[in-house]
């Protein structure tokens, strides 16, 4: 399997809630860096992430574009998030079923066919925004 086709399976186990899927794709010190959190290392850390994801948000991503570099090892995805945020997470608004939109992007590489890496970005101002404000 191509660093491509990796990612895409990763972000479709992401989308069907496989989580075990997900975890299976990843390197066993895959280096996770979140939109302006911490940075996690190891698949312990990852999976502990994506409990408390699971918990707090129900998420599905579409309009998924995927990028590659000439090596094939590093992948870069845009697309959109669109969310519930199902229960409050500490430091951020009160969560009481809010449904968001947001764009977003992440860099990923993968070696020997795992993620080893995982970087996320969106704006965190605005998420805060629409789940304080909604519609």
Known sequence: ???LETVKLYYQCFNQ?????MLALLDP???HEANQGDVRIGAEKFTEFLRIMDESYEETLTDMVLFTEPS??????EFVVNGIYKQSEEGMPQAYGQSYVLPAGAFLEVREGRVSRVTTYYNLPR?????????
């Open 1 to 3: 399997m191509t660093a």
């Open 17 to 21: 809630k496989n989580w075990a899927g």
């Open 29 to 31: 010190e895959v280096r």
């Open 72 to 77: 094939g090892k590093r992948i870069a995805a």
């Open 127 to 135: 998420w805060i925004e629409l789940v304080s404000n909604p519609r």
